[in-house]
């Protein structure tokens, strides 16, 4: 996206200079690998210190960027992306998937989410609850973060080996439970099954005594669009019942992503 480079062009392009640079920085923000601080900010865009904080503090008042490492570098916020998604235009993401999450709750009898991948994090954009009265819940718009189980590796299962490599290897993976998958090298090889499989399953971890199965979805370019799965508490699906969950998800990804 081209973005004027300075006040003078703004004013003769009818452009509200503070806006411009509003946007300038989003804009880098939204393409930078990892999070940018307000010296790197200033240096890149070319703008003074004291403007570059006076437009942070602003856009985090609005969710539009978030802080990361104790609110040193930012990157664009949740607020932005949950923007974005209400007002994606033509395609409604959600509302097309609707039916395929209904579809895998009345299946499974346990709860179906939708989630799209931004940074290091999922954000839910629509669930299904599942049968049992105690059923995974979560609130639409909250988030989990990108390597949680099933939903990690199906959402790292559809970027190129490059992108995945980088990623695996920029820090430490999390640990979540005694099972999650730490190790780059035994990640790799898990997101290597979920592509043969075309489905990722965890048992235990992300959260003890839970078990998903997840898979992408992908838009018409063949790029990550979204991920769906099932999640449920272990005692209420056992072995069996998570395969034929993990075919049910495999299968709705699939028209959710021919439907796109």
Request: charged share 20%; glycine share 8%; net charge neutral.
């Amino acid at each position: 996206m081209f973005l004027p480079e300075n006040g003078h062009a703004d004013r003769q392009n009818g452009h509200v200079p503070a806006v411009a640079k509003a946007f300038r920085l989003l804009d880098l923000l939204s393409t930078s690998p990892e999070p940018l601080g307000v010296s790197e900010l200033s240096r890149r865009l070319g703008m003074g210190k004291s403007t570059i904080h006076g437009l942070v503090t602003t856009l985090r008042s609005f969710g539009a960027v978030e802080p990361v490492d104790g609110a040193k570098r930012y990157r664009i916020g949740r607020g932005l992306h949950a923007l974005a998604m209400r007002s994606a235009g033509r395609v409604d993401l959600r509302s097309i998937a609707r039916p395929s999450l209904e579809r895998l709750a009345a299946q499974t009898e346990q709860s179906s989410f939708l989630g799209v991948v931004a940074d290091d994090h999922v954000t839910i954009l629509d669930l299904v609850h599942g049968k049992p009265a105690m059923s995974v819940s979560a609130p639409v718009g909250s988030t989990i973060p990108l390597l949680a189980g099933a939903v990690g590796k199906a959402a790292l299962s559809a970027w190129d080996p490059a992108r995945r490599a980088e990623f695996l290897h920029a820090k430490p993976l999390p640990k979540f439970t005694l099972k999650t998958v730490a190790d780059p090298a035994a990640y790799e090889e898990a997101v290597q099954q979920t592509i043969a499989r075309g489905v990722a399953l965890d048992v235990d971890e992300y959260v003890d005594g839970m078990r998903a199965a997840a898979a992408p979805v992908l838009d018409a370019s063949g790029q990550l669009a979204a991920v769906i799965w099932i999640a449920a508490f272990a005692r209420h699906i056992d072995d069996a019942a998570l395969a034929d969950a993990a075919v049910a998800v495999s299968r709705e990804a699939h028209e959710i992503a021919r439907s796109l």
